[in-house]
């Protein structure tokens, strides 16, 4: 007889239905608990023992045990809440925490993520989000005339590996104006307001006087637009572009283009170029570049000239050797500009009287395009003079840029009033931090009170062969372990990964009528296994019963 046998089957079924009970109930528990998975319990029978049988030789089952307890990692539903840094994970994937100084990592699907009072992006139990560190992309548009080309891709690039995300300064820097963009109609009525009969394409130059209160008359240019630009240090300047036509009767040509001259200034006393330190003649101090727009008879951008001051020998980058070094402003010491890599002429405005950053090819020059909607392909002059002077009043000896393309837009000629279409430039000072912001592919933004917004860093996140094999650790937290691998890292969106969702918060994915029919059915299960116990028990009250 193996009543004890049947016994001890029947109490190993109230052992794992008691045990599954308590996944059910732990289930339950966290029905809100935020990114918490949902546990199953599988039981597989137990031990067999060999009988014999008239058939030969059978096997007889010993009861129930706990086969297994699995992790359910379906995607749980998304709360919205008003905080940016609540994220959650669209798909595949954990965020990854660490405690503060440990080399530890933990990983996660719960995303309530705060800022601490040290600037640490962090979980309730304070251990810091980790993510990379985003390369901060140069957009500028202005550089030296000799660079190659700028990078290409829009994707996001990462420094180094990935560690703690701690925002360390809440202001955005300050930028330097690299890059100014003037797109303008110049009423082809307008009269020739400066006038020189001997460098008629420089006449408003000619007339210009720094140390006057206001270096250049009303009645000396038919058409100015002024915009900040911004030094290094982020403080603003005015950068006034004058324009005007040149009369025809001066120019020695009946090709019936039309030619404007234009001249880029700043402030005299804005002007800290040190070579106007000891200048005798100072007066065309604040003038950055002059130049000439020629368009044909219906008003469109053909060719363009510009000039600026520059250095004679380009050996001793950080020293400026003029022509003429008591009078910088003569026009012997005005070259055709360089360009920057786009094909833009460059000036050189040295706001706060850097040593060396007088000229373009200086070590410390803040070289500024100007873009009036034309550019040179080949970053060449054709027809270039060694200097302005020289051209004098012919118009054929006017420089151009080499393998001139123009933009969709264009300074333009038309015989309507002058006007400013569209003025830009990419400077700015230094702003606070105002928002944070997280995009799919989690990458965290700064916005700025400055209008900046920056990329800052790109969340990690990580998943693994076997996420079965992961370990609990309370806390909504896992850690890796033999069975499930080492982790699989990359940013949201990529190899399988999921997105990121922000301001949202991915809820329990326990079913509670799921749950609840476990119950019932667990619940059912027990009792037969009582049943079997209670049976087996009366059995053996007759087996006792037989001594009588």
């Not at 008239?54 to 007889?60: L, M």
């Not at 809440?81 to 925490?97: C, E, M, Q, R």
């Not at 912001?437 to 700025?448: E, L, M, N, P, Q």
């Amino acid at each position: 007889m193996s009543l004890g046998g049947a016994l001890y089957s029947g109490t190993s079924g109230l052992k794992v239905h008691g045990e599954k009970m308590n996944v059910i109930g732990n289930n339950l528990a966290n029905v809100s608990t935020i990114g918490f998975k949902a546990s199953r319990m599988d039981f597989e029978d137990a031990l067999y023992q060999s009988v014999t049988t008239a058939s030969g030789a059978d096997q007889v089952g010993r009861g129930a045990a706990i086969g297994t307890i699995l992790t359910d990692f379906s995607q749980g539903s998304m709360e919205s809440t008003n905080v940016s840094t609540d994220l959650a994970i669209g798909g595949k994937g954990f965020f990854i925490v660490s405690p503060k100084g440990e080399d530890l990592e933990y990983y996660t699907r719960a995303g309530n993520f705060r800022f601490d009072k040290e600037g640490y992006l962090v979980d309730p139990h304070g251990y810091v989000l980790q993510g990379w560190r985003v390369e901060s992309e140069n957009k500028a548009q202005a550089a030296s005339s000799t660079s190659s080309a700028s990078q290409a891709g829009t994707s996001v690039r990462t420094v180094g590996s990935y560690g703690d995300i701690r925002l360390e300064n809440f202001q955005s820097p300050p930028q330097a104006t690299q890059y100014v963009q003037i797109i303008a109609n110049l009423n082809s009525q307008s009269e020739d307001k400066a006038v020189s009969s001997t460098d008629p394409f420089f006449s408003m130059y000619s007339y210009w006087d720094s140390n006057s209160s206001k270096p250049l008359g009303d009645n000396l240019y038919s058409y100015q637009t002024t915009l900040k630009v911004y030094d290094e240090n982020g403080s603003p300047h005015d950068l006034t572009i004058y324009f005007d036509k040149v009369d025809s009767h001066a120019t020695n040509t009946t090709s019936g283009y039309q030619y404007w001259e234009y001249m880029v200034t700043v402030p005299p006393d804005d002007d800290n170029r040190l070579f106007w330190q000891n200048a005798t003649d100072t007066t065309k101090k604040g003038v950055l570049m002059i130049g000439n727009l020629t368009f044909d008879s219906s008003g469109h951008l053909i060719r363009q000239s510009a000039f600026t001051i520059k250095d004679n020998d380009t050996t001793t980058p950080d020293t400026i050797d003029l022509t003429d070094p008591n009078n910088p402003g003569d026009l012997s010491n005005w070259q055709p500009a360089d360009f920057n890599i786009e094909g833009y002429p460059i000036l050189t405005a040295n706001f706060l009287g850097n040593a060396g950053a007088d000229a373009t090819n200086m070590t410390n020059a803040k070289n500024v395009a100007i873009d009036f909607g034309a550019y040179s392909q080949s970053l060449s002059w054709q027809n270039a003079p060694a200097n302005a002077s020289v051209i004098g009043t012919d118009a054929s000896q006017l420089p151009t840029f080499g393998d001139m393309k123009s933009g969709a837009l264009s300074v333009t000629s038309y015989s309507s009033p002058s006007t400013t279409y569209t003025q830009s430039q990419d400077g700015y000072p230094a702003g606070d931090l105002e928002s944070i912001a997280v995009s799919r592919d989690g990458v965290i933004t700064g916005h700025y009170s400055n209008g900046q917004v920056l990329e800052l860093y790109a969340l990690t996140l990580a998943n693994f062969n076997n996420t079965e094999g992961l370990r609990r650790e309370g806390g909504n937290l896992f850690i890796e372990t033999r069975d499930s691998g080492t982790a699989l890292t990359g940013l949201p969106g990529a190899a399988g990964l999921g997105t990121i969702s922000s301001n949202s918060l991915e809820q329990s994915n326990v079913d509670m009528a799921e749950e609840f029919v476990k119950m019932i059915t667990t619940q059912k299960g027990f009792q037969a296994n009582s049943r079997t116990i209670t049976t087996t028990n009366s059995l053996l009250d007759e087996v006792i019963r037989l001594i009588r």
